[in-house]
């Protein structure tokens, strides 16, 4: 079974950026496409970004389009979110799901959810 555990969360004022970390242990994530999913209080969880595991393509929504880059360390079991200017808006609890990549759309595996990492931001 897939473990996943977020890092990189914190306090950044508007225009900053940080770099996300999500790293697995039991498995390989070259066997999952992955996701980065944000849920902001009292709001539904919105993705933020996909990663295919077999042709490396990637997909955003276009409220980070531009600002968010995934990527993928196979050797270190680690996907990123680089996310940059970021925004009030963007503050969020971030989360990443080992899911399923149909066309363009992800598909989250229930099982396997990290426990996200903190974005705050502010001036």
């Known amino acids: 079974q897939v473990q996943l555990v977020e890092s990189g969360g914190g306090l950044v004022q508007p225009g900053g950026s940080l770099r996300l970390s999500c790293t697995a242990s039991g498995v390989s994530l070259d066997n999952y496409a992955i996701g980065w999913f944000r849920q902001a209080p009292g709001k539904g969880r919105e993705g933020v970004a996909s990663l295919s595991n077999h042709d490396r393509s990637k997909y955003y929504p276009i409220s980070v389009r531009g600002r968010f880059t995934v990527s993928r360390d196979s050797a270190k079991r680690t996907v990123y979110l680089q996310m940059n200017s970021l925004q009030p808006e963007d503050a969020a609890t971030y989360l990443c799901?080992?899911?399923?990549?149909?066309?363009?759309?992800?598909?989250?595996?229930?099982?396997?959810w990290g426990k996200g990492t903190l974005v705050t931001v502010s001036a």
């Open positions: 799901n080992a899911g399923y990549l149909y066309g363009t759309f992800f598909s989250p595996d229930s099982l396997h």
